[in-house]
């Protein structure tokens, strides 16, 4: 088993090797100058060529046969830079969102089972929700994921629910399937989820959903700080200022490439 996982990642690697090489040429290249550029057997070449041919992160042109960089090389390439600008979008309305409610704001996206941290903005509070960027959190205890599983179809979370132990991190965690689904219905309803204990004892959470020119989901904000600062008496106005934070980081994304969210839908279709 040892060696057969030493192979993959040799595998692995060579494919990587060939796809930067093939990045690095207008015209693309043709097999045998692939082997002999990273110095590999045709055959060992051919077989890798034909998996990424498959995947469409390399192209064949059909008259010369040479093989160039594929689409999906792009929307990987695209969702990364996405993903940049959808986080420099949504700064200074975060920060609006900070000077105003006075608690650290996130902004994550979904990526498999878990919310993906791509900005944050932090309270100037001794005590403060703070994570690194690219921190995971789960999606069915947390605002933020709550929201993203809302921006779902129905097939998209029964597989979810299929695959994902709902386990408990707090006395208030959702660990019911039933439960959570009525709590996703509510934040489609309402429009923001809260996570009032659920995913670390004494923190809360709200969160509302950034729509893209489609109208889906295409991230999540929210801010988090400890419950005796997010009291219950603030949500209302913490909600308010939340969700209209999301509206104006929505309204901004209108104004870019629809372009982006199209080659990361894709993306994210094929990863499933």
């Given at each position: 088993?040892?060696?057969?996982?030493?192979?993959?990642?040799?595998?692995?690697?060579?494919?990587?090797?060939?796809?930067?090489?093939?990045?690095?040429?207008?015209?693309?290249?043709?097999?045998?100058?692939?082997?002999?550029?990273?110095?590999?057997?045709?055959?060992?070449?051919?077989?890798?060529?034909?998996?990424?041919?498959?995947?469409?992160?390399?192209?064949?042109?059909?008259?010369?046969?040479?093989?160039?960089?594929?689409?999906?090389?792009?929307?990987?390439?695209?969702?990364?830079?996405y993903?940049?600008?959808?986080?420099?979008?949504?700064?200074?309305?975060?920060?609006?969102?900070?000077?105003?409610?006075?608690?650290?704001?996130?902004?994550?996206?979904l990526?498999?089972?878990?919310?993906?941290?791509?900005?944050?903005?932090?309270?100037?509070?001794?005590l403060?929700?703070?994570?690194?960027?690219?921190?995971?959190?789960?999606?069915?205890?947390s605002?933020?994921?709550?929201?993203?599983?809302?921006?779902?179809?129905?097939?998209?979370?029964?597989?979810?629910?299929?695959?994902?132990t709902?386990?408990s991190?707090?006395?208030?965690?959702?660990?019911?399937?039933?439960?959570?689904?009525?709590?996703?219905?509510?934040?489609?309803?309402?429009?923001?989820?809260?996570?009032?204990?659920?995913?670390?004892?004494?923190?809360?959470?709200?969160?509302?959903?950034?729509?893209?020119?489609?109208?889906?989901?295409?991230?999540?904000?929210?801010?988090?700080?400890?419950?005796?600062?997010?009291?219950?008496?603030?949500?209302?106005?913490?909600?308010?200022?939340?969700?209209?934070?999301?509206?104006?980081?929505?309204?901004?994304?209108?104004?870019?490439?629809?372009?982006?969210?199209?080659?990361?839908?894709?993306?994210?279709?094929?990863?499933?």
């Open positions: 088993m040892e060696n057969g996982n030493r192979s993959g990642v040799r595998s692995v690697g060579r494919a990587l090797t060939i796809l930067e090489l093939l990045s690095l040429e207008e015209r693309g290249l043709g097999i045998a100058e692939i082997s002999r550029r990273i110095e590999l057997p045709i055959s060992t070449c051919h077989r890798l060529l034909t998996t990424l041919t498959s995947h469409g992160f390399v192209a064949q042109d059909d008259e010369t046969g040479s093989y160039s960089v594929g689409l999906r090389a792009f929307e990987v390439g695209n969702a990364f830079s993903q940049t600008s959808l986080g420099k979008e949504a700064l200074p309305y975060m920060s609006i969102l900070l000077a105003a409610v006075n608690e650290t704001a996130n902004l994550r996206v990526d498999g089972n878990s919310a993906v941290l791509i900005q944050q903005v932090k309270s100037d509070h001794l403060s929700m703070d994570s690194r960027s690219g921190t995971r959190i789960p999606l069915y205890c605002a933020v994921g709550k929201v993203l599983l809302a921006g779902l179809s129905n097939e998209r979370i029964e597989s979810f629910l299929k695959l994902q709902l386990k991190r707090t006395a208030r965690t959702i660990v019911d399937r039933d439960v959570l689904l009525e709590s996703i219905t509510r934040v489609r309803t309402d429009g923001y989820a809260l996570d009032d204990g659920e995913f670390e004892d004494g923190a809360r959470c709200v969160a509302a959903p950034i729509l893209n020119h489609r109208g889906e989901t295409a991230a999540a904000v929210g801010v988090s700080g400890p419950d005796s600062r997010l009291t219950r008496e603030r949500l209302d106005s913490v909600i308010s200022e939340v969700t209209t934070c999301a509206q104006n980081i929505s309204s901004a994304l209108l104004r870019g490439s629809p372009s982006r969210y199209a080659a990361t839908k894709r993306l994210r279709k094929n990863l499933r």
